[in-house]
């Protein structure tokens, strides 16, 4: 493994408390980041911190609730005095089936945590990287937001939305120290595969060229650099881990 130079630097990882969230906040602390992990779930938070040790700080937030958010910010920085990364990464899939069929409640429970919640999230850390001049933000999109799976309308529809957003904030941004990007990766096997159909998790693996899925630590690995101070003159960037299936 690659260590990569994140010493002094203090990330926020939505959804960390498990999956590519947890991946990736251990990759970010063995690269000597500290960290704090939010997550909606109280125990897999704790089961988190004890694994990952004394340099990670846990909020329970639902980042679908705006209040909840700005709130995990203010907790946050009573621990840590400033938000250098920021890795959004929270996300779920919503059921699998046709448009037509999609449950109008699952459709609007999906937009609220896979791209209000990343709104939220991005629009209250942004003033505290603009003070200091400095930030890293990682969005977790999806080869489903430049493909478009069927039977997945929501979640296509959301982490397009998620790849859209990430280049107007990486713009706006563009004259700051803060860089914005976002990763689609195809398929990476973690429990959020639990919300998934059989048939479609079958119908995802048909579309990488490698024959594989992902790895959490291929995922991580990628997020890393990109929260580096390194990565300094990409934003609003696209970056793929596909296995070959999306090379756009």
């Not at 500290?34 to 909606?40: I, M, N, V």
């Not at 907790?75 to 699998?96: E, K, M």
């Amino acid at each position: 493994m690659n260590h990569l130079d994140l010493h002094g630097r203090h990330a926020v990882i939505t959804g960390g408390a498990a999956g590519l969230g947890f991946a990736i906040a251990k990759r970010l602390l063995a690269s000597g980041a500290s960290a704090t992990l939010w997550d909606l779930d109280a125990d897999a938070l704790a089961d988190a911190a004890h694994e990952l040790g004394p340099a990670v700080q846990t909020v329970v937030v639902n980042v679908a609730h705006h209040d909840s958010v700005a709130a995990a910010v203010r907790q946050t920085l009573l621990h840590s005095s400033r938000i250098d990364v920021l890795v959004n990464c929270a996300g779920i899939t919503g059921p699998n089936v046709k448009l037509w069929d999609y449950p109008p409640k699952d459709w609007l429970q999906v937009m609220q945590v896979n791209l209000n919640g990343l709104f939220y999230c991005c629009r209250e850390v942004v003033p505290h990287m603009r003070a200091l001049n400095y930030g890293r933000i990682v969005n977790i999109a999806s080869v489903a937001g430049k493909d478009g799976n069927p039977n997945a309308s929501a979640y296509s529809a959301s982490k397009a939305a998620v790849i859209a957003l990430t280049k107007s904030l990486g713009k706006e941004l563009a004259d700051t120290g803060v860089r914005v990007n976002c990763i689609t990766p195809a398929a990476v096997k973690t429990a959020i595969f639990d919300q998934m159909t059989p048939e479609h998790i079958q119908f995802m693996l048909s579309k990488i060229p490698m024959g594989r899925f992902g790895e959490p630590e291929e995922v991580a690995a990628m997020v890393a650099w990109l929260c580096t101070e390194e990565c300094s003159f990409s934003t609003g960037a696209v970056f793929d881990l596909s296995g070959g299936r999306s090379s756009y």
